[in-house]
């Protein structure tokens, strides 16, 4: 009988609600437990499992549902791999050139029915990119968003209109070991606390 190397879905899955933070109070353990580990394979990733993430980000809120989202992706090992790899700055391609998926993400300014300007289209777009990051991180898979890249050179090469903003690159993979970073990178490879509530809540009005 031959055995599969390969995790289920099912496996990944609760491997993903296994706790790794502490929290002091109650969440879900998937929000708890995703961060933006580097390491990655370099094994590519089936279409259905890159459209169900994209599928994830379409599902996430937006003022009036105008989903003002936008996501150029290329995968590993086709002719569109490298546009999207030359906008990374040097120190993210160290790590981003063993990811399966780049992907840019980009919002629409106006809404659609009326082309008035949107105040919450990067909002909307950044809700669309947790839904994503969750959905990846169900799998166990790396989604890691970043700003390390050109935005400009990404305007021209992507053909990008002026009427969206870019917001960021996002690199996807499956997990690889720390030690495939460099030294410098495998220090920083470990999931990160957050700031206390009391620093990031203010009830009635604002305050320092």
Do not use: C
């Amino acid at each position: 009988m031959t055995i599969s190397i390969d995790k289920s879905i099912e496996q990944e899955q609760k491997e993903a609600t296994t706790t790794i933070r502490q929290s002091p109070y109650k969440i879900n353990p998937l929000i708890l437990n995703r961060w933006s580990q580097r390491s990655m394979t370099g094994e590519e990733l089936d279409d259905d499992t890159i459209m169900s993430l994209f599928e994830a980000a379409r599902w996430a809120p937006s003022s009036y549902n105008n989903q003002p989202w936008r996501f150029i992706y290329a995968k590993r090992n086709t002719a569109h791999w490298d546009k999207l790899f030359n906008l990374l700055a040097e120190l993210n391609k160290v790590w981003a050139k063993n990811a399966a998926v780049l992907v840019v993400v980009i919002a629409s300014k106006n809404f659609e029915q009326n082309e008035k300007y949107s105040i919450t289209h990067q909002f909307d777009a950044g809700a669309a990119w947790e839904n994503l990051a969750l959905e990846a991180s169900s799998r166990g898979l790396v989604a890691h968003g970043m700003q390390g890249f050109d935005y400009e050179r990404a305007r021209v090469d992507l053909q990008i209109p002026d009427n969206f903003d870019i917001m960021a690159m996002i690199a996807i993979g499956k997990k690889g070991a720390k030690d495939n970073l460099p030294p410098q990178l495998q220090e920083r490879e470990h999931p990160n606390d957050r700031k206390p509530l009391t620093e990031i809540i203010m009830e009635g009005q604002f305050r320092k």
